[in-house]
C-alpha cells in the first residue's frame, strides 16, 4: 500500500463547476499537507500548505485536511479553462523534512 | 526572480550510457533537492542538499546515481550505467529555508529517455 493515495483521474469538468481533489494517507505523522499544480512539461508550483487539520482559503482555492480520517481536499470553485493542470498532493511529517507525493490527478476544465 | 534553471531539457540516451543534468537553484537559496517522476507518478525525493552538504538521499539508487553541489550553489545529477527504469523526468527545486513548508520553487525538469 502506498503512503499517500490519489485517484489520477482524468477529471473532466465544465467551466464554472466546483472541482473536489483528494487524497488519502496511511502514515499519522503527516503534519504538513500541501497542494501543488503542474501544468504540462512543467514543474510543479504550490498552491496551498496547511499544517495539520482545518481549512484553508485562498481566493478560488479551499483545502481541507481532517487527520482523523487521513483525508485531505482541495476545492476548486468557479474553474477555468487555465485550471487544466494535474494536481498533486503532498505531504511531510516535519517542517525539514521530505515531501511524499501522491500520483497527481488530471483535470480538464471544458468551455 | 529568475527561477531554478535545468538543463537540458530533453535527452535521449542508450541503456547502459551515462548522462548528466545540470540545475542552477534561485540565488541565496540553500537548499536544492532532485527529484525523480516517472510518467504518471508524483515525484520522488532524490537527494537533498543543504549547502555543500547532503542532507537526505536514503533513496538514491548509489550504485549508478551520483550528485554533488559545487560551493553551494549549482548542482549536477549523474546516471552511470542508465537503464531502462530510469526513463523519468528529473526536477531540481530549491527553497530559502529547509523544509518543504517554505515553498519549493521547480524547475521545469530534464526528460530523460532511456532506449
Known amino acids: 500500500q502506498k503512503e499517500v493515495e490519489q485517484d489520477p483521474g482524468p477529471l473532466s469538468v465544465p467551466e464554472g463547476a466546483i472541482v473536489s481533489l483528494n487524497c488519502t494517507y496511511s502514515n499519522s505523522a503527516f503534519q504538513y499537507f500541501m497542494w501543488y499544480r503542474q501544468y504540462s512539461r512543467k514543474g510543479p508550483e504550490l498552491l496551498m500548505y496547511?499544517?495539520?487539520?482545518g481549512n484553508k482559503e485562498d481566493g478560488r482555492f479551499t483545502a481541507q485536511v481532517d487527520k482523523s480520517s487521513k483525508y485531505i481536499s482541495l476545492f476548486i470553485r468557479d474553474s477555468q479553462p487555465s485550471d487544466s493542470a494535474t494536481y498533486l498532493c503532498a505531504m511531510s511529517k516535519g517542517g525539514g523534512n521530505k515531501l511524499t507525493f501522491g500520483t497527481g490527478t488530471q483535470l480538464k476544465v471544458e468551455l | 526572480e529568475a527561477g531554478v534553471a535545468q538543463s537540458p531539457r530533453y535527452k535521449i540516451i542508450e541503456k547502459r550510457q551515462s548522462v548528466a543534468f545540470w540545475c542552477n537553484p534561485i540565488s541565496g537559496h540553500a537548499t536544492l533537492y532532485w527529484y525523480q517522476q516517472i510518467l504518471g507518478q508524483g515525484p520522488k525525493l532524490l537527494i537533498q542538499f543543504q549547502n555543500n552538504g547532503v542532507v537526505d538521499d536514503s533513496q538514491l539508487p548509489k550504485d549508478r546515481f551520483s550528485a554533488e553541489r559545487l560551493k553551494g550553489v549549482d548542482s549536477t545529477l549523474k546516471i552511470q550505467p542508465a537503464k531502462l527504469e530510469d526513463s523519468a523526468v528529473y526536477l531540481c527545486a530549491s527553497s530559502f529555508e529547509s523544509g518543504p513548508v517554505y515553498g519549493y520553487t521547480f524547475g521545469s525538469g530534464t526528460r530523460l529517455t532511456v532506449v
Open positions: 496547511t499544517y495539520s487539520s
